[in-house]
C-alpha cells in the first residue's frame, strides 16, 4: 500500500486516463490464488475503482499470454472484472461471440457493456477523435525530447542512484592510494562513460572479462588485482547474464577493499549477492545511460552525491530502505586493509 500502491495514488490524483491490469498473482488483494488480477473483480472494481477512486479507462494486457491464456471464457471474465477494453489477439470473432452468448445467459447485462462503451466514446471525444486529428510526424521526436523533459529524465535516474555499505567511507575515492583497478564484466566499451569520468581524476589500470573470457585468462587477471590497493568492478551484463559470473566471484577476494558498480537492474545485484555482501561499498544505478554513467563516476570521485533507497529487498543482504548517503565533497576514510 505504501511502495506499489503509491505512484498510482499520485497519479490516479493527477488525472490519469488509463490504466492496463496485469496478469499477476496478488493473494493480498485476491482471496482466490488462482485468480490473475486481470481477472479479479477485487483489484479491478474493489481496488482500482472503489479504493483508488479510478474513473478512467481500464485496458487489460494481452489475452493470449501464458498467465490468462488457458482461461475459459477469458474475454468474459475480464469484461466481469471490470475491465472496459480487452485486448484479444486471436480468434475475435469468437471473443464476440462468447460475449453476445453470456449476455445471453444473463452473465453479462446491457447495462454493463453500454456503460464500457459510453466510457470509452468519452474518451474519443475527449481526445479529439472524433474531429480526425492529423498529428504531424515531422520533428516529432524533436517536439517530444525537449530539453526539459531529458532533464526531468536525468534528474530522475541520478535521484534514482543508490550506495549500499561503504564501510569505512571507502567512497569517496581519492588517488592517494596510488593506481586504482577497474575490471569490467560486459562487452567492451559498455562502461566508457563511467571510465572516462574516473580517469578525469584518478590513474587507473582498466582490466576486462567477457563470457569468453577463459579460465587461465580470468585467473590471470585475479592475480594483477592483486597489485592493486583499490578495485572497482563495473558490471554491465544484464539480469540473468550476471548470475554466470557467479562462480568466478564466489572466489573474488583480493586483499584490497573493492567497490561495485551496477549499471543494471536490481537482478544482477541479486545475482552476485555474495560477493557484492563482502563489498567495502555498492552502488546500483539501475541502467547504464551515458549521463548516468558519468554521474555515478562523479559519486564515486566525490563530486555528486548520491542519497538514494531501495524501495525493496534484494536477497537476504540489502533490506527495503537500504542506503547510505554520500554527499559531494566527503572526505575519504582509512580502510583497515591500507594498514594490513
Do not use: W
Not at 265 to 276: D, K, N
Amino acid at each position: 500500500d505504501s511502495v506499489e500502491l503509491y505512484p498510482f495514488k499520485e497519479a490516479i490524483q493527477a488525472g490519469l486516463g488509463g490504466v492496463m491490469v496485469g496478469h499477476l498473482q496478488v493473494p493480498a488483494l485476491e482471496p482466490d490464488r488462482i485468480t490473475p488480477s486481470s481477472l479479479s473483480h477485487s483489484i479491478v472494481t474493489d481496488l482500482l475503482r472503489g479504493e483508488l477512486g479510478f474513473n478512467g479507462l481500464v485496458f487489460t494486457d494481452a489475452l493470449a499470454m501464458k498467465g490468462v491464456a488457458a482461461e475459459s471464457d477469458v474475454t468474459v471474465k475480464a469484461l466481469k472484472a471490470g475491465n472496459d477494453m480487452v485486448l484479444v489477439q486471436q480468434n475475435v470473432e469468437k471473443a464476440q461471440e462468447s460475449v453476445v452468448q453470456a449476455i445471453k445467459d444473463g452473465r453479462l447485462t446491457m447495462e454493463e457493456i453500454d456503460a464500457k462503451c459510453r466510457r470509452i466514446l468519452a474518451y474519443k471525444y475527449r481526445l479529439g477523435l472524433s474531429r480526425r486529428p492529423m498529428i504531424p510526424v515531422d520533428g516529432l521526436s524533436d517536439r517530444i525530447h525537449t530539453p526539459e523533459a531529458q532533464a526531468l529524465v536525468t534528474k530522475l535516474r541520478t535521484s534514482a542512484v543508490t550506495v549500499l555499505g561503504n564501510y569505512f567511507q571507502i567512497l569517496p575515492l581519492t588517488a592517494t592510494k596510488g593506481e586504482i583497478a577497474v575490471l569490467t564484466v560486459g562487452d567492451e566499451g559498455s562502461d566508457a562513460s563511467f571510465i572516462e569520468g574516473l580517469r578525469s581524476e584518478l590513474p587507473l589500470k582498466t582490466f576486462r572479462m567477457d563470457k569468453n573470457t577463459g579460465e587461465e585468462e580470468r585467473r590471470k587477471i585475479v592475480k594483477e588485482l592483486g597489485n592493486y590497493r583499490r578495485v572497482v568492478v563495473c558490471i554491465t551484463v544484464q539480469d540473468k547474464e550476471a548470475g554466470e559470473y557467479r562462480s568466478f566471484f564466489a572466489g573474488f577476494r583480493p586483499q584490497a577493499p573493492v567497490v561495485y558498480a551496477f549499471f543494471t537492474s536490481y537482478r544482477a545485484l541479486a545475482s552476485l549477492e555474495e560477493a557484492a555482501a563482502r563489498s567495502a561499498a555498492v552502488v546500483l544505478a539501475h541502467s547504464g545511460e551515458e549521463d548516468l554513467q558519468r554521474y555515478v563516476a562523479d559519486v564515486v570521485l566525490g563530486k555528486a552525491s548520491a542519497t538514494g533507497r531501495l524501495s525493496m529487498r534484494i536477497g537476504n543482504t540489502f533490506a527495503a530502505g537500504s542506503g547510505v548517503d554520500v554527499i559531494s565533497g566527503s572526505p575519504t576514510g582509512i580502510a583497515p586493509e591500507d594498514y594490513g
